[in-house]
C-alpha cells in the first residue's frame, strides 16, 4: 500500500482524499475524505480575475488539509486545479499561495486531463458490474464546466465544456448581484439554450448516444441522488453506485427551478454551498439524460479525486 494525498481544486468546492492505495489489486482505503465549498470561481466569468476574497477562502481550506496531511503522514501529494484557475488571469497569485501552504504547485490541467482523471476514478470499480453495459459515459458536472468521456476500459473519446452549476447561475440566474427566487421562464429558457449549445459542442467530439450506461459524478448528481431518496442527512454510502430514473431526475430538476431559497436551503441533504446553484446543475444533468435517452443515471462518489489518487500511487 502507498499512502497518498490528492486535492481536486474546482470552480465551487475544494476537495481532499488521504487513501491507501494497492496498484497491483485495485484497491484504493479511504483515511479521510472531505470537501469545502470555497467558490474559487466567484465572479471569473464576468471579471477574468479570481476574487482575493475567493483566494482568502481557498487557501484557508488549503490550510486545514495541510493539517490534515501531515496527520496521515502521505508520502505523495498531488494538487489539481480545474476550469476557475484555468480561465483566470491572475493565476499566479493562486498558484503561489497554494506552494507557500501545501509545498506543491497546483496543476492546471486540461479538460482532457480533467476528463480522463474523472473516467479512471468513476470506472475502476465498476469494471467488474456485468449488469452495467458498456460503453460508459462519464459526465462530470463541475462549477464552470462539465467533462463527458465515453469509453470501456479505457477513454475513447473527452471532451469539456463550460457548462457547470456555478457558470450557469452566474451567467442566466443573476440579476443586480442576486440569484433570482426563483427564476423566471425566460431564465431557464436562456439557461436551456446554453446548454443545449454545449452539448451539441460536446458530441462532434465525443459519441454521448453510443453510451449504454451513464455515470454522473460530482455535487449537483450526488445531491440529486440524495433528494430523490430522501435522504434525512447526505450519506455517502446510500448515494455511492445509487440510481436515479429519468423521470425521477425531470420531477426533482422541476422542483428546484421553481423553488425559492429558504425551500432548497430546508432539503435536509443539501449543502448550504449549493443551494443557489443546485438547480443549474441538476438542468444540466437532465438535459444530458435527454440528449442520449438515459432512462437512469448511476450515480458515482469516486470521481476525479479517486482518479488523481490513482495517478500518484
Partial sequence: ????????????????????CDPETGELVDLDRRMTIVRLGQGVDRTGRLAPEALERTFAACREYAAVIKEHGAERLRFVATSASRDAENRDEFVRGVLDILGVEPEVISGDQEAEFSFTGATKELKGSDHLARPYLVVDIGGGSTEFVVGDDHVRAARSVDVGCVRMT?????????????????????????IEAALDLAEETVPLRE?????????????????????????????HHSRVSHDRVREITDWLLHSTHAERAAVPSMHPGR?????????VLLSIMERIGAEEVVVSEHDILDGIAWSVA
Avoid at 8 to 19: K, M
Avoid at 212 to 239: K, N
Avoid at 275 to 283: E, Q, S, T, Y
Wanted: aromatic share 2%; charged share 20%.
Fill in 211 to 239: 453510451a449504454r450506461t451513464l455515470v454522473g459524478l460530482a455535487g449537483s448528481v450526488t445531491t440529486v441522488s440524495a433528494i430523490a431518496q430522501d435522504l434525512p442527512e447526505y450519506d455517502s454510502q446510500a448515494i
Fill in 170 to 194: 452566474e451567467r442566466h440566474l443573476v440579476r443586480d448581484g442576486v440569484v433570482s427566487d426563483p427564476p423566471t421562464d425566460a431564465q431557464i429558457a436562456a439557461m436551456r439554450a446554453d
Fill in 1 to 20: 500500500m502507498t499512502r497518498v494525498a490528492a486535492v481536486d481544486c474546482g470552480t465551487n468546492s475544494i476537495r481532499l482524499l488521504v487513501a491507501d
Fill in 275 to 283: 443551494v443557489d446553484v443546485i438547480a443549474a446543475g441538476a438542468l
